[in-house]
């Protein structure tokens, strides 16, 4: 395994450890941290200063039964539901291969351009995440943001105007930045990507094509 060097923000692990960030963006956490000792370990942090929260909280009586009526959907369970191991599907760590139904196989690309694919993933509609594919030395085309746009590596490597991104690295990009993200030669790009907004493409023909490529 390759050294993870871009990591999620501060403010990214706390919203995601609050439960404040839509479905799009929790999946691009979740992944990365799945892959990540160094953010397993600041999440955890975080989570027990939730749960110190919690403790600390005032308590809310519930019904009297409700003790009773939860063990009892505990015995009805049976052993098939129970929480099942780390599902990895190749390249893809068990949150987004939850997603996709498998590995890369499963992916249902649609063509881009120029080798380009995209897989639009299904989350809430308060933001988008997808799977993205750049043969080696493709770009996607030069783009700014309108919100937040998380891109996650999971195979091969890409460069843009800030640095190297290889596999497990995060890319934050807010609305201040101006990129074109180019996949390194050798094995295919494929990241995970998510935003809030659309994606401001400065070139004519991205532009066009935005309203159907839903991007
Ligand atoms: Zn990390």
Redo the contacts with the bound molecule.
């Keep these: 395994m390759t050294t993870?060097r871009h990591?999620?923000s501060e403010q990214l692990l706390t919203a995601y450890a609050a439960g404040e960030l839509p479905e799009a963006f929790n999946l691009v956490v979740a992944t990365?941290v799945s892959l990540?000792d160094?953010?397993r370990a600041r999440l955890e942090t975080l989570d027990a200063l939730g749960g110190a929260l919690l403790e600390t909280a005032d308590a809310t009586p519930m019904s009297e039964d409700s003790l009773a009526a939860c063990l009892d959907r505990i015995d009805g369970l049976s052993q098939a539901t129970s929480r099942s191991p780390m599902r990895r599907h190749g390249i893809f760590p068990a949150p987004l291969a939850d997603y996709v139904g498998g590995g890369v196989n499963k992916v249902k690309w649609r063509n881009l351009g120029m080798g380009v694919k995209q897989a639009i993933l299904p989350t809430g509609k308060d933001a988008s995440a997808r799977l993205l594919y750049i043969p080696g030395g493709q770009a996607v085309p030069d783009h700014g943001h309108r919100g937040l746009e998380l891109t996650l590596v999971l195979q091969g490597a890409f460069r843009d105007e800030t640095d190297r991104f290889g596999p497990g690295d995060i890319e934050i990009a807010d609305e201040a930045m101006q990129h074109t993200p180019v996949a390194e030669h050798g094995e295919v790009c494929i990241c995970l990507a998510a935003t809030d907004a659309p994606l401001k493409f400065n070139a004519i023909i991205p532009r066009l094509a935005q309203p159907f490529l839903r991007i």
């Design positions: 993870i990591h999620l990365h990540c160094d953010c």
